[in-house]
């Protein structure tokens, strides 16, 4: 962020150390402060996704002694998870992850039958809202089906508008690193 400088509307700006407008003179009516420096809200009004089962590496499978959980993103849903409130803007934080992957995530994964992912790179411009794709894998199909959202580089992190699934279990995954699943083990979260 930074502060500015403004003179009446017949002056141009000024300095904030000298007040003086080299055009005019000194600038006797100045107006100092805080600009808001994030010109993308959602950066700040979002909701969080930080479930455990919502990481890469937290396998959904059934089967005699494992853990039967298969989460959806939808409201009303039977299964619906635990931090799906609707559409909306969201922001993954550990230990589900930081973000969503940009490759093919296993079927059963994150705490769902079909785990859903980013199709492509993340925005590396700050602030601004970037229609997104987002895909679900379902068995050996990598792209089953697809939804249309956003994402958002805020300042450090990233916020995706993210819509109900369609189908139940279909669920927006979260790593630590978006391109590098070798590297996004449990031990990082």
């Not at 039958?113 to 679900?136: L, N, W, Y």
């Not at 580089?153 to 995706?160: A, F, I, R, S, T």
Request: glycine share 8%; proline share 6%.
């Amino acid at each position: 962020c930074f502060l500015y400088s403004k003179c009446d509307g017949e002056r141009s700006c000024c300095t904030d150390s000298v007040y003086y407008d080299s055009y005019h003179g000194p600038c006797n009516t100045c107006i100092s402060g805080r600009v808001n420096c994030i010109a993308a809200p959602q950066c700040f009004n979002y909701s969080v996704m930080d479930e455990t089962t919502r990481n890469i590496n937290f396998k959904a499978v059934h089967g005699e002694g494992d853990i039967d959980i298969h989460y959806c993103d939808g409201l009303g849903l039977k299964t619906q998870s635990p931090s799906w409130h609707g559409p909306g803007y969201y922001r993954m934080m550990p230990p589900a992850g930081v973000v969503m992957p940009e490759f093919s995530v296993d079927f059963n994964s994150c705490g769902t039958h079909s785990p859903m992912r980013i199709v492509g790179s993340h925005p590396q411009e700050k602030f601004v809202e970037t229609e997104a794709t987002f895909c679900a894998k379902y068995f050996e199909e990598d792209c089953h089906h697809t939804l249309k959202g956003t994402v958002t580089l805020c300042d450090g992190y990233y916020v995706y508008y993210l819509p109900d699934v369609t189908n139940c279990h279909q669920r927006f995954c979260a790593a630590m690193k978006p391109n590098y699943p070798e590297e996004d083990s449990a031990d990082l979260l």
